[in-house]
């Protein structure tokens, strides 16, 4: 294979590798939107369970409002990325998770990749599942880890649950934000006058239980949101930069196309030449040598004393 052909077949290669980083720079960025236009109405609707809990808890006992903190240990749910290219997103977020662990504490992580690399570094995983790649994943996901998480706790392992995980900030790096879940916190109208106390429908400890599942899924749907979102903007920083050194890559290597064919037609023309010249003189060696044998033979068929035969002499002007 020639130099030429070498570079082309590389630049085949490169271009096939920048339209991959191009289709993926441009699906983390659709999923950056899209992830960010839903947490303002998941965040309202945390809001609205927050506000239906404090009302809830004005027809509870006084001693049923207060935090609770039960003989289990605590859990930390770290947020981390499913897929790869993401720069330092996982590490950074592993690296604060274990700054807050206490030795009896338990680490559940949301994320193949920060999973493997927690495993990498030795560090002991309670439970960990596969985090959504996309808004539309993120409920199912987080039913799995609230399952898991009411379960732990009906059988008295688990007393406090917080969460970690990243928030995108444009222009900046990735805020790492930790946010305790449950218990909950005391009633914030507690020190307010009391007011009208809610109609509902339900017996109000049953209706307590449910208002604080749907908020601690709507805390955690959005914790989950804001990770993706934190998530495919480094994937897409990661993608932009790659794009770029790809780029830069491709113009050295048609720099070098451009170069190594022009090196081509000048060795080709070069080899024209010289075989013209050949030929030249090939042609000319074998005139002067027929020219040399026709002599020859004029001279032997000559009889003896003749005159030899040469070729008349143009005569002098008068």
């Keep these: 294979m020639t130099r030429l052909a070498q570079i082309q077949s590389h630049l085949a290669g490169m271009g096939e590798l920048r339209d991959i980083m191009g289709a993926m720079r441009s699906l983390a960025g659709v999923r950056v939107q899209e992830s960010q236009h839903a947490l303002p109405g998941i965040r309202r609707y945390a809001q609205s369970m927050a506000d239906a809990i404090d009302g809830v808890l004005l027809l509870m006992p006084v001693d049923v409002a207060a935090p609770r903190h039960g003989p289990g240990c605590r859990v930390l749910v770290l947020c981390t990325s499913e897929h790869g290219f993401v720069g330092g997103f996982n590490e950074h977020l592993l690296e604060a998770g274990i700054a807050a662990l206490e030795p009896t504490d338990l680490l559940f992580m949301l994320g193949s990749r920060g999973a493997a690399l927690a495993f990498e570094r030795g560090r002991a995983i309670a439970w960990s599942m596969p985090m959504a790649t996309r808004l539309s994943g993120a409920p199912d996901a987080i039913n799995r880890l609230t399952n898991e998480l009411y379960a732990r706790i009906a059988r008295g392992e688990v007393a406090r649950v917080e969460v970690m995980f990243g928030r995108y900030r444009q222009g900046a790096a990735t805020a790492i934000e930790r946010h305790p879940l449950l218990p909950l916190d005391a009633p914030r109208r507690a020190a307010a006058p009391a007011p009208q106390a809610p109609l509902h429908n339900l017996a109000p400890r049953p209706l307590l239980e449910k208002l604080i599942a749907e908020y601690v899924f709507a805390r955690l749907m959005e914790a989950a949101v804001e990770s993706i979102v934190s998530e495919n903007a480094a994937r897409f920083a990661a993608m932009e930069s790659a794009h770029d050194n790809v780029e830069k890559k491709l113009a050295g290597l048609q720099k070098d196309a451009r170069q190594a064919r022009q090196t081509e037609i000048t060795s080709e023309l070069l080899d024209l030449i010289t075989g013209a010249e050949a030929l030249t ?23 003896p004393g003749a005159t030899p035969i040469s070729a008349p002499r143009q005569s002098a002007a008068p």
Excluded: D, F, M, V
């Design 281 to 303: 003189k090939k042609h000319g060696a074998a005139e002067s040598g027929l020219s040399c044998q026709g002599e020859s033979h004029a001279r032997q068929t000559q009889p």
